[in-house]
């Protein structure tokens, strides 16, 4: 396992503050920055939990969809996606609490044709209006038989989305595309034509579960 770049600044500063607080625990012998230190320290190990990125071994085989995050599935639907392809297609949406792996990989292998980042609310990740009306980037990438939207939303405690993603850019399934920071959401729009294989509330792993085959 290792700590994600997104967080070793905040990582750093977390640290930083916890080594004063320590300090002035050991020296002042004050019951309030005894529990301080405590609540800093609780901080500091649930920031690493956060930033943490699991070592993982992936399959990336062809016609299939792999999950681009970490979470849970919350929503499986036919609707119409309206900012790009403008037509029906099968929405699949991952909530990730802020306890999850947050960082988001290619569940297709392709080129990225398409992004646009979109400055927004902080509604509930889980809310419907999240995903037209909260802070969120949008991606698709496309192959010679598949072209996949999929899109990071902010959470209401979400505090930055970063996209690495560039139009042109070669997308191998599984690779990192972005990361949001302090809860999020991922929303998947796949052709009709797409054969889902997850469920809800099943609980899925970034480049390792199956969302589809095509």
């Not at 598949?146 to 560039?166: D, E, N, V, W």
Request: aromatic fraction near 12%; proline fraction near 3%.
């Amino acid at each position: 396992m290792k700590l994600h770049k997104e967080g070793l600044k905040s990582l750093r500063n977390e640290l930083i503050i916890l080594i004063i607080l320590a300090y002035f625990s050991y020296v002042s012998n004050n019951e309030i920055i005894d529990i301080l230190f405590i609540i800093m320290l609780f901080i500091f190990i649930i920031s690493m939990l956060f930033f943490r990125v699991p070592k993982r071994k992936f399959e990336r085989k062809n016609g299939i969809v792999y999950a681009p995050c970490d979470g849970k599935i919350v929503v499986i639907e036919e609707t119409k996606e309206k900012e790009f392809y403008k037509d029906k297609r099968i929405q699949v949406s991952i909530f990730m609490s802020p306890l999850n792996v947050h960082n988001q990989l290619y569940p297709i292998t392709g080129k990225v044709i398409y992004t646009k980042y979109h400055p927004g609310k902080s509604l509930v990740a889980w809310d419907p209006k999240a995903s037209t009306d909260n802070e969120r980037s949008t991606v698709v990438v496309e192959n010679d038989k598949i072209s996949i939207l999929f899109r990071q939303i902010a959470g209401a405690l979400a505090k930055r989305i970063i996209t690495y993603s560039k139009i042109g850019d070669k997308a191998n399934v599984s690779d990192e595309f972005g990361f949001i920071k302090f809860g999020s959401r991922v929303d998947l729009f796949l052709p009709i034509s797409s054969n889902i294989e997850t469920k809800l509330n099943e609980h899925v792993k970034g480049g390792q579960s199956i969302i589809a085959t095509y």
